[in-house]
Nanobody, 121 residues
Framework: QVQLVESGGGLVQDGGSLRLSCAASGSISNIYSMGWYRHAPGKRRELVAAVTSGINTNYADSVKGRFTISRDNAKNMVYLQMNSLKPEDTAVYYC???????????????WGQGTLVTVSS
């Protein structure tokens, strides 16, 4: 009923940039928030950035000033512009959304399949 599809991952050098995209599709009534998590080997999954249906944003301290999250409500898409990338940013990045289906009155969590970002030194 709902799919989140990410794109934009890849290999980039230290100091480079990437732009991740995530598109939500299905029988969607409303999307409250969209965001990005990442999971690196040996580390816990962490929230990278999130944005509500309004303008409220939340960033991990490690990416503030380097990453920017944005959202296109009309297209049910969210983006993550990643600048000044560091090897420590290497991880699988997962799109996340809190979505209410047309047939329900509650919000549920949905996840994308993940896209790999590798930053080489």
């Amino acid at each position: 009923q709902v799919q989140l599809v990410e794109s934009g991952g890849g290999l980039v050098q230290d100091g480079g940039s990437l732009r991740l995209s995530c598109a939500a599709s299905g029988s969607i009534s409303n999307i409250y928030s969209m965001g990005w998590y990442r999971h690196a080997p040996g580390k816990r999954r962490e929230l990278v950035a999130a944005v509500t249906s309004g303008i409220n944003t939340n960033y991990a301290d490690s990416v503030k000033g380097r990453f920017t999250i944005s959202r296109d409500n009309a297209k049910n898409m969210v983006y993550l512009q990643m600048n000044s990338l560091k090897p420590e940013d290497t991880a699988v990045y997962y799109c996340h959304a809190q979505i209410r289906l047309r047939s329900t009155t509650y919000y549920s969590d949905y996840w994308g399949q993940g896209t790999l970002v590798t930053v080489s030194s």
